[in-house]
């Protein structure tokens, strides 16, 4: 979503491009792919070319088990991507987002010159978040979205969205348990089903939902984890605004 805003404001086209589609079993043909995009990307200039999950397709090239195809794939993407295929007035952006930087070649941190770290959401822009995901549900005059951010600390946007499917599953599973006990009373007395519910008949969300799902829905990050502490680090080492200082190596006589 960060890198379709970043081309929507810059007016740019958008490229979106994962291991899957400029991968192939036939020797040489992903660096075929890999010329295609750019050569696409800068006919269509401006543009942003997008590449998720970057780790798994600019790892790190001294792995043993790596196949020379791949390690030659890599090269043709740095060759494309340092711009010595392409005019001066044809601009091309290239974006990446990985949850592991640390797994990733030295060749491409040089080339990323903007390193930034996307934090789990504060309080303020979990508020923020619940307003645009809830921005078009009918919400009861009860709920607080800031006391709501203010008890979900931890929580990421994919996880807030995740509650908000969950509280917004309970009054569906109200009015379809209304329907069944209405129509087996129907049976019962022997009479004509009565008509079913429409989404009209659906009642606003209320506190009590968002407050259930939150004891159903828990954060999926922990910020004391493994994998956190580690893109702390690197962060510090290599992101923007880091302090740059690795540590100082000891000798012991």
Request: charged share 30%; proline share 5%.
């Amino acid at each position: 979503m960060l890198a379709k805003a970043v081309a929507t404001e810059a007016g740019a086209n958008f490229i979106n491009i994962s291991m899957s589609s400029i991968a192939s079993k036939w020797f040489g043909e992903g660096e075929k792919y890999v010329k295609a995009v750019f050569s696409l990307a800068s006919k269509i200039a401006p543009s942003v070319v997008f590449v998720d999950e970057v780790d798994s397709m600019l790892g790190r090239r001294e792995n043993p088990g790596e196949h020379e195809a791949m390690r030659k794939m890599k090269n043709e993407f740095m060759v494309n991507w340092d711009g010595l295929r392409t005019k001066d007035k044809e601009r091309v952006l290239v974006l990446a987002a990985t949850n592991r930087p640390f797994d990733l070649d030295e060749a491409v941190i040089r080339r990323l010159p903007r390193r930034l770290m996307v934090n789990l959401p504060d309080a303020a822009n979990r508020e923020k978040i619940l307003k645009v995901i809830l921005a078009k549900e009918s919400l009861a005059p009860d709920v607080d979205l800031d006391a709501l951010a203010s008890i979900t600390d931890g929580y990421s946007g994919s996880d807030l969205k995740n509650l908000c499917v969950t509280a917004a599953h309970r009054p569906i599973r109200e009015i379809l348990q209304k329907e069944k006990t209405e129509r087996n009373q129907a049976l019962a007395d022997n009479t004509p089903p009565p008509p079913l519910y429409t989404s009209q008949d659906i009642r606003p969300l209320n506190m009590d939902d968002l407050k259930y799902a939150h004891e159903q829905v828990c954060a999926s990050v922990s910020s004391e984890s493994t994998n956190m502490n580690e893109l702390v680090q690197w962060n510090e080492l290599y992101g923007e605004g880091g302090s740059r200082r690795k540590s100082s190596l000891s000798y012991f006589m």
